[in-house]
């Protein structure tokens, strides 16, 4: 059981780690939807084929627990899982889509590929999983193989619960990954035989090569569209029209969307609140200088955000501005009450000693428990104590009593930040007190521990330092006064219209969001907001929602929302694209009157054209057809520069030519080959990778063909 060794030499902190790291996953209040009656119980559809709630739960928690796995946490936040979710059905959208394209064409993944693909170990997947070589950090398939045994072999039930967690946490991993394996390898597989499609040849590498290497100097002189006012130029509701039935593809909306209209308050600490707390600090602070000892009970006893523990702790332990104040206090003062805006709360700490001590350890330790009673527990502690004290091997009766007896070290970065108190306070104290050479016989609670301090290295100054750190919040009572406040204005104001008309003499911020998806996880960017957005998708247009209270963390805003449109699946109407289509026609209407006016003045030479009323002029140089050229003149990336580079005549000047900010003429001065030496197949190759990219993006089509519904916002 060589891994088993491998958790056991880590010591109990990486135990500790571990199991927080596979604490369950909460999916959110979501799922109490499921059980409405005569509501479906789907959150998506693919191609005629849907995905029920527990199954997408299923994939979500499955993705979840890889996550913390991989990154070691125990939990994540409300944004980190809304991203996820999203992540997990992108994912599933994807698989289900190349594996109808798939089927219809033959391909599949084998057992043998996969092999194939685990053997040679250097798939992008295996590189994030933990079985990798130490020396060489690489994909270790040897690794992988004696875990798979070993995880075969062992009975779970008989292990440590924290042990067995770790087996089954990991084993879960490594099964995630190799189905991922197989439907990233079946992705690989479609794409490729796509991107065989777009084949490059000798004429287009040629092109290719000359478009980026072949480069201009060029100058330029040009009438900005800006010079021509708005009000000199009429677009009728003909122009519009046109323009619509024109670009009318380029507004089609795959999914429904809405526009709302909402009133956000956060609700935050009033003068009163701010006062009283300042009362409550100034009152700690008092108690606080007189006290001396039990600071642990204390600051308790105060609802510190700052938990005091009764070691000496090095700065990286204490909030940042205390550590800014902490050299200004003599040992034994306090410091406070004062606020600290960064945080938000109000402060006051005593600095109750200071030293100067070694912050790593080496020890060894030999536990004794398990005996039935605390008598023969420390009968038997105290023989192995005075055995070693009369000079027998440590290591020897470590192996005697079943432990290994090896040196280890400790420091401030295994425990600081953590909340210690009782046997593991014991422990600690005793370690990283102890002088260099010393033997202890630790008494804990349910078990002695024998304990040698073999070296001591790196003396830093350490602290204890009680802190009470207080958060300015809201009372309930004031919180209760905002919400009264916007529940009257809502009864007073229940329609569209009066919400709209009413919301800024009432002293609300009336806020606009246009395009709201169901796909999305809240509104306005608001923790905590999916209930509203659920609401949004239930509503008619015009009417106004009850009051929601929202905020990620602590229930801190109140939000209110009223539906003022909504957008079909389909093109989008006309009105909702007027200011952008009308923006295009002038400009090409300005593109006309500016080009017409050339033609009257009929200027011949590039100095001609700077003298035009409202020119402005340029030298664009490095100019080549693989790039846009940036018109510093014009404010503007002109595409057509670049253009108009690779075919322009030297000292030639161009016709006029309607650019994104103006009409210009061009006029090439110069050109310069880059030093770099024409390889074909090289080239080639380069073109074939940047199909074989674009072949991935005709997942968009398939996306479009396939009806894909998404009703996760139901449930989640």
């Given at each position: ?22 604490l ?6 979501g ?60 994912i599933?959208v994807?698989n ?61 039930a008989?292990?440590p ?9 990991t ?28 084949l490059s ?22 009438v ?6 708005d ?19 380029q ?13 956000d ?17 100034e ?14 009970s ?61 912050d ?33 091997d ?8 079943g432990?290994?007896g ?17 046997d ?29 301090v ?10 204890k ?18 919400y009264?406040?916007?529940?009257q ?32 996880h ?14 949004v ?6 009417e ?6 929202c905020?990620?963390?602590v ?26 289509l ?30 035009l ?9 490095h ?9 510093s ?9 670049s253009a108009?580079?690779s ?12 650019g994104?900010?103006?009409v ?8 310069e ?9 090289a080239?080639?190759?380069m ?5 074989v990219?674009m ?22």
């Amino acid at each position: 059981m060589a891994t088993l060794q491998k958790i056991r030499s880590k010591g109990p902190l990486l135990v500790i780690a571990i199991g927080l790291g596979l604490l369950g996953f909460i999916a959110g209040d979501g799922l109490l939807q499921i059980f409405r009656p005569h509501q479906s119980q789907d959150v998506g559809e693919v191609n005629g084929e849907s995905i029920s709630v527990q199954e997408y739960k299923a994939l979500v928690d499955e993705y979840t627990d890889v996550l913390k796995y991989s990154r070691g946490v125990a939990s994540l936040t409300e944004e980190q899982t809304a991203q996820l979710q999203d992540e997990v059905w992108r994912i599933y959208v994807e698989n289900k889509l190349v594996e109808a394209e798939a089927e219809k064409l033959g391909l599949t993944v084998s057992d043998a590929e996969i092999q194939a693909i685990i053997d040679a170990g250097t798939h992008e997947m295996l590189q994030g999983t933990p079985f990798r070589n130490p020396q060489t950090g690489a994909f270790d398939k040897d690794g992988l193989k004696k875990f798979l045994a070993e995880y075969a072999k062992l009975n779970l039930a008989q292990l440590p619960a924290q042990y067995a967690e770790y087996y089954e946490a990991t084993y879960r991993y490594w099964s995630f990954i190799e189905k991922s394996l197989r439907q990233r390898r079946l992705q690989e597989k479609y794409y490729a035989l796509l991107s065989k499609s777009l084949l490059s040849n000798p004429v287009e590498a040629q092109a290719s090569f000359d478009g980026r290497v072949n480069q201009s100097d060029l100058l330029l002189a040009a009438v900005p569209y800006s010079s021509v006012p708005d009000s000199t130029v009429k677009v009728t509701e003909a122009d519009l029209k046109a323009a619509y039935d024109k670009k009318k593809e380029q507004f089609r909306q795959y999914v429904e969307a809405r526009n709302v209209k909402f009133i956000d308050v956060q609700v935050t600490a009033s003068a009163e609140d701010r006062a009283e707390l300042q009362k409550e600090l100034e009152e700690y602070t008092k108690e606080l200088s007189a006290k001396q000892n039990d600071f642990t009970s204390f600051v308790r006893y105060t609802k510190s955000e700052t938990p005091y523990v009764d070691l000496y702790c090095t700065t990286r332990a204490l909030p940042a501005d205390v550590v800014a104040r902490l050299d200004s206090v003599a040992t034994g003062d306090v410091f406070g009450p004062y606020y600290n805006a960064a945080d938000n709360t109000l402060n006051t700490f005593k600095k109750i000693a200071k030293t100067s001590m070694a912050d790593s350890v080496k020890f060894r330790k030999i536990e004794v428990a398990g005996l039935g009673s605390a008598e023969k527990t420390a009968a038997l502690a105290d023989s192995i104590y005075n055995a070693i004290k009369g000079g027998a091997d440590f290591a020897e009766l470590a192996q005697k009593y079943g432990q290994t007896g090896e040196a280890m070290w400790m420091s401030s970065t295994d425990y600081e930040g953590q909340q210690i108190d009782g046997d593991g306070l014991k422990y600690i104290n005793t370690v990283m007190t102890s002088d260099k050479n010393s033997l202890k016989n630790l008494a804990l609670a349910q078990a002695n521990v024998i304990v040698q301090v073999l070296d001591k290295k790196a003396v830093k100054d350490k602290y204890k330092v009680a802190v009470i750190k207080r958060t300015v919040d809201f009372s309930d009572a004031t919180y209760s006064k905002a919400y009264n406040d916007l529940s009257q204005f809502v009864a007073a104001n229940n329609s569209l219209e009066k919400f709209s008309a009413n919301a800024e003499e009432a002293g609300y911020r009336l806020l606009d969001r246009m395009d709201l998806t169901s796909a999305e996880h809240g509104i306005g960017n608001v923790g905590a907001s999916k209930e509203a957005l659920r609401w949004v998708f239930n509503a008619k247009p015009g009417e106004v929602s009850p009051l929601f209270e929202c905020g990620e963390g602590v229930r801190d805003h109140i939000m209110v929302v009223a539906l003022s449109g909504v957008i079909r699946e389909g093109y989008r109407p006309l009105a909702l694209v007027r200011d952008q289509l009308r923006f295009e026609i002038l400009r090409d209407k300005k593109a006309e009157k500016i080009m017409a006016d050339m033609k009257t003045s009929n200027p011949t030479t590039l100095e001609a054209y700077k003298a035009l009323p409202n020119a402005v002029s340029d030298s664009v140089k490095h100019v080549n057809f693989a790039a846009p050229a940036f018109v510093s003149a014009l404010l503007m990336s002109e595409p057509l520069v670049s253009a108009y580079a690779s075919v322009g005549e030297m000292n030639k000047l161009s016709a006029p030519i309607k650019g994104n900010a103006g009409v210009f003429v061009l006029q090439p001065y110069a050109t310069e080959k880059m030093n770099e030496t024409y390889d074909a197949k090289a080239e080639e190759t380069m073109l074939t990778n940047t199909y074989v990219r674009m072949a991935s993006q005709f997942i968009g089509d398939l996306y479009l063909k396939a009806d894909v519904k998404d009703t996760r916002y139901i449930f989640f």
